[in-house]
């Protein structure tokens, strides 16, 4: 079935580092893939997405680009704030399905 | 704002009350889920609505019960419940059941306690 294997957190970085945080999805169809954000004591937000391959969506200074020969959608930011700190999820929209299937997230603690 | 509102934000209750989560939308959104997060567990779906009918019920058991009147609102009956029900439950919206490529819309959630 559809699912989404994102790197285990947490991860501490200190500010102004880069960050990149893997996601793969399993190769069924070809779907729409997406970065959420769930800041503390928050619902998650759309954070970036991309709808085919070689796409690359953006947002805040993160990117993440759809690489259908390694099915994989790393999120990357050069530069992170302590604001960032916050959970990442990544996500596929499912084949054949109306469902997003979420990876489990990582936790990212930015540190000054 | 992020157009999907929860109510309560936080509720605690026993194990032997009644109590129901509600959630609205004015996005115009057709779809409506909800969503339960447990610590150290993946999102798990719980159940979609499409215009206000139920098209998805992932084995929830029958002491969390949905309802949905029209397509802005969407509640979540709980009855009984154990502990182990505590977790954050978060609704979610989208344009349509039809293809999840516009993402969903989600509200900040209910964390819930049971004791």
């Known amino acids: 079935g559809d699912s989404v294997t994102q790197m285990e957190g947490p991860v501490t970085l200190s500010e102004e580092a880069f960050l990149t945080i893997n996601c793969t999805y399993t190769?069924?169809?070809?779907?729409?893939l997406f970065w959420y954000v769930q800041y503390p004591g928050e619902g998650l937000q759309l954070l970036l997405k991309?709808?085919?391959?070689?796409d690359k969506g953006s947002n805040k200074g993160f990117e993440a680009t759809y690489r259908k020969e390694t099915t994989s959608f790393h999120l990357e930011k050069g530069s992170v704030q302590v604001s960032d700190s916050a959970v990442y999820f990544c996500?596929?929209?499912?084949?054949?399905?109306?469902?997003?299937?979420f990876g489990k997230g990582t936790k990212l603690s930015v540190i000054p | 704002e992020t157009g999907v509102t929860q109510t309560p934000r936080h509720l605690v209750m026993g194990m032997t009350n009644k109590k129901s989560l509600k959630c609205e939308q004015h996005l115009g959104h057709n779809a409506m889920y909800w969503y339960k997060q447990s610590a150290k567990k993946p999102l798990e779906l719980m159940f979609v609505y499409s215009l206000e009918e139920r098209v998805e019920n992932n084995s929830v058991p029958s002491r969390f019960s949905p309802e949905c009147p029209n397509s802005s609102h969407l509640f979540l009956h709980l009855h009984t419940l154990q502990p182990e029900d505590s977790a954050l439950y978060l609704c979610?919206?989208?344009?349509?059941?039809?293809?999840?490529?516009?993402?969903?819309?989600f509200g900040s959630g209910t964390r819930l306690t049971v004791v």
């Open positions: 979610a919206s989208s344009p349509s059941v039809v293809g999840a490529n516009y993402g969903y819309t």
């Open positions: 996500a596929r929209e499912g084949a054949g399905s109306y469902q997003l299937t």
């Open positions: 991309a709808t085919k391959a070689d």
């Open positions: 190769a069924t169809g070809y779907p729409s």
